[in-house]
T-cell receptor, first 115, second 114 residues
Framework: DAGVIQSPRHEVTEMGQEVTLRCKPISGHNSLFWYRQTMMRGLELLIYFNNNVPIDDSGMPEDRFSAKMPNASFSTLKIQPSEPRDSAVYFC?????????????FGPGTRLTVT | AQSVTQLDSQVPVFEEAPVELRCNYSSSVSVYLFWYVQYPNQGLQLLLKYLSGSTLVKGINGFEAEFNKSQTSFHLRKPSVHISDTAEYFCAVSDPTNAGKSTFGDGTTLTVKP
C-alpha cells in the first residue's frame, strides 16, 4: 500500500490567496483526520470524518477553513483567504475507524508558507 | 473527556544509555493507548499500541511500553538508544466509543548524543 498521500508537499502563497490541500487515505480506512502542527501550538486536530461524514470540526480555527470528503478516497482542506498565521505543516491521517484498532496512519504533510 | 500528559518536553541522553519517556492519561472509560514517533520533516508513525491483554507491549526499533492501569500510565522505554532514535515522540489515547478520535500529548523530544 502506498500509505496516505498528500499534495502538494510544499506550498508557498501570498496572503489573501486561496489554498487547497489534498489527501488520499489508505484504501479501506473509514476515518480521516486533518491536523495542523506548529512550534507554538504543537499538533492540533482540525476536523475528522467517519465514512465521509464530518464528525467533529470544533478544531477548525475560523470560517476561512473548510474541509470536504466527497468520497472514500479523497479529501480536501481549503483556506480562503489565507493569512500568514496559517503557516504550518498540515497532516492528513487515516484510520480503520470504528471497530478497528484505532491507530492512525499519517501522510508526509504539506508545509504551507503564507507570505 | 480524555487527556494525555507527557511529563518531559525534552529528554537528552547519551548513545547506548537506557531511556524512559513518561506518559500519563486520564479517562473515565477503558482506552486504547499508542506511542508515535516523528522524525524531522516527516509525519507521525506508529511505534506501538496497547488495546488489551498483556500490559507489556513491544514495538518497532526495540521500544516497549508498559500499561499501568492503577497509575494511569503508559511509559515508553528502550534499553539502549542509538543516534537514529533522535526524534519527537507522542503518546496518544483513544476512546473506543468515540468514533476513532485520538487525543495526543504535547510530545517529548528525545535527543541522543554521541
Amino acid at each position: 500500500d502506498a500509505g496516505v498521500i498528500q499534495s502538494p508537499r510544499h506550498e508557498v502563497t501570498e496572503m489573501g490567496q486561496e489554498v487547497t490541500l489534498r489527501c488520499k487515505p489508505i484504501s479501506g480506512h473509514n476515518s480521516l483526520f486533518w491536523y495542523r502542527q506548529t512550534m507554538m501550538r504543537g499538533l492540533e486536530l482540525l476536523i475528522y470524518f467517519n465514512n465521509n461524514v464530518p464528525i467533529d470540526d470544533s478544531g477548525m480555527p475560523e470560517d476561512r477553513f473548510s474541509a470536504k470528503m466527497p468520497n472514500a478516497s479523497f479529501s480536501t482542506l481549503k483556506i480562503q483567504p489565507s493569512e500568514p498565521r496559517d503557516s504550518a505543516v498540515y497532516f492528513c491521517a487515516s484510520s480503520p475507524g470504528v471497530g478497528g484498532p484505532r491507530e492512525q496512519y499519517f501522510g508526509p504533510g504539506t508545509r504551507l508558507t503564507v507570505t | 473527556a480524555q487527556s494525555v500528559t507527557q511529563l518531559d518536553s525534552q529528554v537528552p541522553v547519551f548513545e547506548e544509555a537506557p531511556v524512559e519517556l513518561r506518559c500519563n492519561y486520564s479517562s473515565s472509560v477503558s482506552v486504547y493507548l499508542f506511542w508515535y514517533v516523528q522524525y524531522p520533516n516527516q509525519g507521525l508513525q506508529l511505534l506501538l499500541k496497547y488495546l488489551s491483554g498483556s500490559t507489556l507491549v513491544k514495538g518497532i526499533n526495540g521500544f516497549e511500553a508498559e500499561f499501568n492501569k492503577s497509575q494511569t500510565s503508559f511509559h515508553l522505554r528502550k534499553p539502549s538508544v542509538h543516534i537514529s532514535d533522535t526524534a519527537e515522540y507522542f503518546c496518544a489515547v483513544s476512546d473506543p466509543t468515540n468514533a476513532g478520535k485520538s487525543t495526543f500529548g504535547d510530545g517529548t523530544t528525545l535527543t541522543v548524543k554521541p
